[in-house]
């Protein structure tokens, strides 16, 4: 019998924590409660496209897709494979257009590293398509939730807190308006308020500070549409990182 897979949400932040730190080692401790699904299809902040896609490779590349960052990022692989039945699965539940020209980008990859570090698990990317508002990325989500019963995970990686422009080097606290924003999205998830989380916009004061582009923000919505009555929500990475970078994650089921 087929095992109901939980969906979740992770906050990546600096592809630097692909080299590991406190936050890989949640990460890992996530895998090991999750076990080995059938599949993963994962909603990455930095695959945008016009039109909706989704990797059908059966061994998609793991892409660099940052600048600026050690030659030791640079070198890391992350070989899992794909999964051209799961793909063709996903295709037929929302329209995607099954491609070979993307593969597995930091977003899913530096998260990915640490939650199956022997890269045993087959992994999908559905894209951003960005014709589709807030609503309807939430209902593509919907779409996605068969799979769930058919042992697949259905995973988001952004970070629901993300301003680069307000980011602190050297460190320091949460600004009061990421710490409010962060506090108003768990509190809406625990709620199982959908319609806040559609209209983030609304969620908290000066909520376009902690989201001022919205793509990673976007894969949270897959998450939260997976959402069933009862289901428990459980946070993990509940951090701010330098004033205005959530890495806070979430699991439903």
């Known amino acids: ?83 051209p039945e799961l793909a063709a699965r996903v295709a037929a539940l929302t329209g995607a257009v099954v491609t070979d020209q993307w593969g597995l980008d930091h977003g899913t990859w530096s998260v990915l590293a640490h939650v199956w570090p022997e890269a045993d698990v087959p992994v999908v990317q559905l894209s951003l398509d960005r014709r589709l508002d807030a609503r309807g990325h939430y209902e593509l989500g919907q779409a996605l939730a068969p799979l769930r019963d058919e042992g697949v995970i259905i995973a988001g990686s952004g970070d629901w807190v993300h301003n680069l422009r307000t980011w602190k080097r050297d460190g320091g606290g949460p600004y009061p308006w990421a710490t409010a924003f962060d506090a108003a999205v768990k509190a809406a998830l625990v709620a199982g308020d959908h319609d806040a989380l559609i209209d983030w916009v609304h969620l908290a004061e000066d909520a376009r500070l902690s989201v001022p582009t919205d793509e990673h923000y976007l894969p949270l919505l897959y998450v939260v549409a997976q959402q069933r009555p009862g289901e428990p929500v459980a946070f993990f990475n509940d951090r701010i990182e330098g004033g205005s970078i959530s890495m806070t994650g979430v699991r439903i089921g």
């Open 1 to 83: 019998m087929t095992m109901t897979q939980p969906a979740v949400f992770f906050g990546h932040g600096s592809p630097m924590n692909a080299l590991g730190g406190p936050f890989a080692e949640v990460w890992r401790n996530i895998g090991e409660g999750l076990g080995k699904p059938r599949g993963v299809v994962m909603v990455s902040a930095h695959w945008e496209t016009q039109g909706l896609g989704v990797t059908g490779q059966t061994a998609p590349p793991t892409i660099h897709d940052f600048g600026g960052f050690p030659a030791e990022l640079f070198a890391m692989q992350y070989p899992a494979p794909g999964s």
